[in-house]
């Protein structure tokens, strides 16, 4: 399994475009066939998805339909199971059954009185109301003794109903992956991402800043990803934005270099800088035992799964990949090169990157411009001369990234690198390693 994320600073670089075609390249390149497990390209922008569109492909269930899941799971079946728990130990001691001191009681008190409401949607759920009543009277329950105050309240639920409901609930809470993930003959890959934004609705901006929904959000794509050899990520603007976890898994990042204009190159430059720092980070945390929150949520799942030498090795050979974009000659290659270089010597880490960070392809400026504006973002197989740059690209991951210059090389044999069109030999040749490694 190899996933590789696509990652640019801001909207309006072709970041998708390559994705799009990036994933077609692999497709051809290893000759998928009807494997519906090879390739899948996941469009992991939540605020504007737009790749199920372009594709004119509409999965049965989205990013958001995974929201609404998870979302139930995490707010209301987890929510409504405490509240169970609680309202049981309650009424054990309206009806004397259980003193005042009685351990779980306690435990119920204190989780009534840190109960979160705010994501609960109460008029979904038969006791809905009854459960509202209770949580408002929660600023005059100040003691134990006081909980007889909520007879009335916990009167109104059937103990015996609520679990039926709650089982039911829980059966339905849990996503089916492969209701999410869409195979399109047409093409030979896998899509799976939205139509619509996910984060435009309010309790889903609250969620993706929650850990515990995050946790669960990484778990069904660590779940994705373990499917299918090879993974295409397309990201949001920025990169993976709260998602700062997903970097763990991510094998090769793709940075696209817009070399349009200077302030997009140091944009480009500056998020190349961001995850170099959050790897640096990340590997010292781990090796100090020191990492927090989801990220050690996160790694204590995959050491679990993988072991934690797996996991070390993974995090120190992470590949850093430029792919160039919107270039009219040679001269904006050369320049952004050196900028590249001067910013990492600045930063005193040019050489113990410029082995690391390879150079894997580039799409001419003149046609990007008629493809980011959101028509024919297929270009592959299309134009002969684009489908050559890809087929570069695609060659560049097959081998992973074995064939590629590097900022240690000279300007000279990248750019040579940059100009190779498609040569069928060694396209074949590499596709034949992919197809006996997979074996």
């Known amino acids: 399994m190899s996933i590789i994320s696509v990652v640019g600073p801001k909207g309006g670089i072709g970041k998708t475009t390559l994705s799009i075609n990036t994933t077609a390249a692999l497709t051809r390149a290893l000759g998928s066939g009807q494997d519906l497990n090879r390739i899948c390209l996941v469009d992991l922008d939540l605020r504007l998805p737009t790749i199920t569109s372009l594709l004119d492909s509409h999965p049965t269930k989205t990013f958001y339909d995974l929201f609404e899941c998870l979302g139930k799971k995490v707010y209301q079946v987890d929510f409504l199971r405490t509240v169970f728990q609680t309202v049981t130990w309650f009424e054990s001691y309206i009806d004397g059954d259980i003193s005042a001191s009685h351990d779980k009681l306690v435990d119920a008190f204190n989780h009534y009185k840190s109960m979160n409401i705010g994501l609960f949607l109460s008029s979904e759920f038969k006791f809905g109301n009854a459960i509202e009543e209770m949580l408002i009277q929660r600023s005059e329950i100040k003691t134990l003794s006081q909980i007889k105050a909520l007879r009335p309240a916990i009167r109104k639920i059937d103990l015996k109903e609520y679990r039926r409901l709650l089982e039911k609930m829980d059966e339905t809470s849990s996503p089916v992956m492969e209701e999410y993930i869409n195979y399109i003959e047409e093409y030979g890959f896998s899509i799976i991402g939205g139509e619509v934004p996910i984060l435009g609705k309010r309790a889903h901006r609250k969620r993706i800043n929650e850990p515990e929904f995050l946790l669960r959000f990484l778990e069904f794509l660590d779940g994705v990803f373990q499917k299918f050899e090879y993974v295409i990520v397309d990201t949001p603007a920025g990169g993976v934005n709260h998602m700062s976890s997903l970097m763990n898994v991510i094998d090769q990042v793709l940075f696209v270099f817009d070399l349009s204009n200077t302030i997009a190159i140091n944009g480009s430059i500056d998020a190349l800088h961001s995850f170099i720092d959050y790897y ?133 044999t990248i750019i040579s690198f940059l100009n190779k069109f498609k040569k069928p030999q060694l396209l074949d040749r590499l596709t034949k390693k992919a197809a006996s490694s997979a074996h």
């Open 280 to 412: 640096e980070e990340f590997q010292t945390d781990y090796a100090k035992g020191q990492l927090t929150g989801l990220d050690r949520a996160h790694v204590n799942r995959i050491i679990a799964q993988k072991g934690k030498g797996d996991l070390y090795q993974a995090i120190k050979s992470k590949k850093l990949s430029i792919v160039f974009n919107r270039c009219q000659n040679n001269q904006e290659i050369e320049n952004a090169l050196k900028m590249m270089r001067d910013y990492l010597e600045t930063l005193d880490k040019f050489h113990q990157y410029k082995s690391r960070i390879h150079i894997v392809g580039m799409v001419p400026q003149h046609k990007v411009i008629n493809i980011t504006n959101n028509k024919k973002s297929l270009f592959y197989n299309m134009d002969i001369a684009l489908s050559d740059r890809m087929d570069l690209i695609a060659k560049s991951i097959l081998s992973d990234n074995a064939i590629c210059p590097t900022l240690a090389d000279s300007d000279k």
